[in-house]
């Protein structure tokens, strides 16, 4: 055989060597893969909300919750929601929601919680926001969506899905979950996401979701940590039935982070750079 020749058939059995490699190696990762992952890119801007214009956020985008709710808003929270520039602020490009220890109208502490109700509604798509977080053991910040019809049924049959909740006395920790009947408040479908070696409160993190049919991704800075699907949750799937809106807020104690104590220091602020949808 000619040398050509030789050298040819050389590097054909090099090619196919390398090519048998790449598919065990691809195969062998696939199988260490914790989430099957259905990641789809949401492109088309449909909601945004950059808090350019300073002082009260604007009325056209947001609805404020007012008071203590029911129960402490179902959770036996402990502060007082309102819509008081002290609790709720626009400043210098960024929305500023406040948590404060005060007497004021029967509970000792107050906040703000700002939602999008009747006003932005959306079913399926990518929803974010590039949040700083406050710390302190029960402080409570979230970043979440309720199913529209939420004034009409009981919670949880209207569905729930947390894209950011920190306990203010782990500020590495993320949690991201979904709530709908017969796995929720204690039996949500949760999963963490440790921040190794940083906190949430020390800096801007962007905290998203990626919803679509049969499915919830989860993402903190575009890591992808963690997918929620109908063979997770312990009863029925409702998060392909309706449209959902978006709430901000900083709750101060409940059955999530429990109560302030002794070396929790206010005030204490959660900082929003900006809330964007797309579908």
Same mark, same amino acid.
């Given at each position: 055989?000619?040398?050509?020749?030789?050298?040819?058939?050389?590097?054909?059995?090099?090619?196919?060597?390398?090519?048998?490699?790449?598919?065990?190696?691809?195969?062998?990762?696939?199988?260490?893969?914790?989430?099957?992952?259905?990641?789809?890119?949401?492109?088309?801007?449909?909601?945004?909300?950059?808090?350019?214009?300073?002082?009260?956020?604007?009325?056209?985008?947001?609805?404020?919750?007012?008071?203590?709710?029911?129960?402490?808003?179902?959770?036996?929270?402990?502060?007082?929601?309102?819509?008081?520039?002290?609790?709720?602020?626009?400043?210098?490009?960024?929305?500023?929601?406040?948590?404060?220890?005060?007497?004021?109208?029967?509970?000792?502490?107050?906040?703000?919680?700002?939602?999008?109700? !009747? +006003?932005? $509604?959306?079913?399926?798509?990518?929803?974010?926001?590039?949040?700083?977080?406050?710390? *302190? %053991? #029960?402080?409570?910040?979230?970043?979440?969506?309720?199913?529209?019809?939420?004034?009409?049924?009981?919670?949880?049959?209207?569905?729930?899905? !947390? +894209?950011? $909740?920190?306990?203010?006395?782990?500020?590495?920790?993320?949690?991201?979950?979904?709530? *709908? %009947? #017969?796995?929720?408040?204690?039996?949500?479908?949760?999963?963490?996401?440790?921040?190794?070696?940083?906190?949430?409160?020390?800096?801007?993190?962007?905290?998203?979701?990626?919803?679509?049919?049969?499915?919830?991704?989860?993402?903190?800075?575009?890591?992808?940590?963690?997918?929620?699907?109908?063979?997770?949750?312990?009863?029925?799937?409702?998060?392909?039935?309706?449209?959902?809106?978006?709430?901000?807020?900083?709750?101060?104690?409940?059955?999530?982070?429990?109560?302030?104590?002794?070396?929790?220091?206010?005030?204490?602020?959660?900082?929003?750079?900006?809330?964007?949808?797309?579908?």
């Amino acid at each position: 055989m000619k040398k050509g020749k030789q050298l040819k058939l050389k590097v054909q059995l090099l090619s196919y060597k390398m090519v048998l490699l790449t598919i065990v190696l691809l195969i062998g990762y696939g199988c260490d893969t914790d989430d099957t992952q259905t990641v789809v890119t949401f492109t088309e801007l449909t909601f945004q909300e950059e808090f350019d214009t300073d002082g009260t956020p604007s009325t056209a985008t947001w609805n404020y919750d007012i008071g203590t709710g029911l129960d402490g808003w179902g959770n036996q929270e402990l502060q007082y929601y309102t819509d008081r520039p002290e609790n709720i602020t626009v400043n210098n490009g960024v929305l500023i929601i406040t948590a404060n220890q005060e007497d004021f109208n029967g509970a000792g502490y107050t906040s703000a919680r700002i939602t999008t109700k !009747d +006003i932005f $509604e959306q079913q399926y798509g990518r929803f974010e926001a590039r949040i700083r977080a406050p710390f *302190g %053991p #029960g402080l409570w910040p979230a970043f979440w969506m309720l199913g529209a019809n939420s004034d009409e049924v009981v919670w949880p049959a209207c569905g729930e899905i !947390d +894209i950011m $909740e920190i306990r203010g006395q782990n500020p590495s920790i993320l949690v991201g979950s979904v709530h *709908g %009947p #017969g796995y929720s408040a204690g039996e949500a479908i949760s999963k963490d996401y440790d921040l190794v070696n940083d906190r949430f409160d020390t800096g801007f993190h962007v905290f998203g979701i990626e919803w679509g049919p049969k499915y919830v991704n989860y993402y903190v800075d575009d890591v992808l940590y963690s997918q929620i699907t109908p063979e997770d949750v312990t009863g029925e799937w409702i998060f392909d039935d309706q449209p959902f809106y978006i709430i901000l807020n900083v709750a101060v104690g409940g059955t999530f982070p429990g109560p302030p104590n002794a070396d929790t220091r206010f005030p204490q602020t959660m900082l929003v750079d900006y809330v964007r949808a797309y579908k």
